[in-house]
């Protein structure tokens, strides 16, 4: 999703909120000093136009719209298994992880909840796409499942190097994947790995280049664009096992057709559009005008939005 839907700490605004609900024109002290005070409204005054302080009140109304819209949707055992989960991959190292990225357990948990929350509405709102024209595209689309070895390589020159070893009469595509392979997850198995078009393990140039090869095929050193600038993996394919596509997959198109929206970041930002416009948000503070502009056009945010001194 742009799924960085509560990137930062959930906490941030705990004291500024404060400020806005308090009877005090300038709320109680925060800090006081010799011959001088800061109070909670003067702390406010400072952060409401921080850029970060922005996303948290962002972050923090998205999570109000959703858990009033979803909540009995999401359980607590799912938003805890999801935690447990994190805390096993991370490990001993998992509180320090938190504490880098301003948040606490309690934080973390909140913002997974948010998320799942989410899911949820986009999921609801990805089944209404499920009409026979999509499922038609979906199947002319979709390749079914492939078995291949693998072999990813950081440099060109020798993956070069490799693939010349490769189209050697004879040779051991899979001791060349254990000895040479960047891929950890498949190299100690001879590189191999299973997958369909839809699948997300390998780079979509890569899965294309796969499908074209015969069966024992091989494929010429298949260069993917990395995540950061200037950086690329090359990758050599040997297909091993095709899968012919079969009329009864109506439940893997279903699945390729959800999948799709809930990762395609302009139909998510649809329906978090759609609900935060559904629950009439009024922004009471011109620092806080534009926040919502990513998801609400400025006609609309014209018609759904006030700005008052207080």
């Not at 930062?8 to 005070?37: E, F, H, P, Y």
């Not at 973390?108 to 998320?115: D, E, L, N, V």
């Not at 993917?224 to 690329?232: E, F, L």
């Amino acid at each position: 999703m742009k799924k960085k839907l509560l990137a930062g700490a959930i906490t941030l605004l705990s004291v500024a909120t404060l400020a806005a609900c308090s009877k005090s024109s300038q709320g109680a002290d925060l800090i006081s000093m010799k011959g001088d005070v800061i109070t909670e409204h003067q702390f406010f005054e400072e952060v409401k136009n921080n850029a970060t302080a922005q996303q948290v009140l962002l972050n923090m109304t998205i999570q109000k719209v959703f858990e009033k819209q979803y909540g009995s949707e999401v359980s607590d055992k799912e938003v805890e298994d999801a935690v447990a989960e994190e805390q096993k991959k991370y490990g001993d190292s998992y509180q320090t992880i938190l504490a880098r990225s301003g948040m606490t357990a309690e934080s973390r948990k909140a913002q997974i909840r948010t998320s799942k929350l989410v899911e949820y509405a986009v999921k609801k709102a990805a089944e209404s796409e499920l009409t026979d024209e999509n499922y038609k595209k979906a199947y002319d689309e979709y390749t079914p499942e492939v078995t291949a070895q693998v072999i990813k390589l950081d440099s060109e020159d020798k993956a070069k190097e490799v693939l010349a070893k490769a189209k050697e009469s004879g040779a051991d595509f899979a001791q060349l994947a254990k000895d040479n392979s960047t891929d950890e997850k498949t190299k100690a198995n001879g590189g191999e790995i299973t997958f369909d078009s839809a699948s997300t393990e390998l780079p979509d140039v890569v899965k294309k280049a796969a499908f074209a090869l015969d069966v024992n095929g091989v494929s010429d050193v298949i260069t993917a664009p990395g995540t950061q600038a200037y950086s690329s993996s090359f990758y050599i394919v040997k297909l091993t096992k095709k899968t012919e596509k079969s009329s009864n997959i109506e439940e893997k198109v279903k699945t390729v057709i959800l999948t799709q929206k809930q990762n395609d970041a302009t139909f998510v930002q649809g329906v978090i559009s759609k609900e935060l416009q559904a629950a009439n948000i009024k922004v009471k503070d011109q620092a806080f005008q534009n926040i919502f502009t990513q998801y609400i056009q400025s006609d609309s945010a014209n018609a759904t939005t006030t700005t008052s001194s207080n």
